[in-house]
């Protein structure tokens, strides 16, 4: 069955916010609540991180979140830092 979102958290911002030791007081009474044990509640963090430029001879810019120009190699070909085996 796995983990069913509960259609009144739609607010990503206070639910990321909430989610940290201590903001819990902040958080909306009218969310679905559940206890769970701290190796299961390891697996809602959060694992993203902002995209940092790639060192490529061939550029393509996307854009991150924020709005800004990220260079990502799409060739396969990777620079300095390898990130495949």
């Known amino acids: ?3 069913m979102p509960s259609r009144t958290a739609y ?3 206070e639910l990321f ?3 940290f030791p201590g903001n819990g007081y902040a958080f909306n009474p009218d969310y679905d609540l559940f206890l769970t044990l701290s190796d299961a509640a390891l697996c809602f963090f959060f694992k993203e991180h902002l995209k940092e430029s790639e060192d490529t001879p061939l550029t393509t810019y996307y854009t991150d979140r924020q709005g ?3 260079c990502i190699d799409i060739t396969g070909k ?8």
């Open 11 to 13: 607010n990503q911002l």
């Open 78 to 85: 990777e620079g300095k830092r390898k990130m495949t085996d």
């Open 68 to 70: 800004l120009p990220v």
């Open 17 to 19: 916010m909430d989610c």
């Open 1 to 3: 069955c796995g983990i």
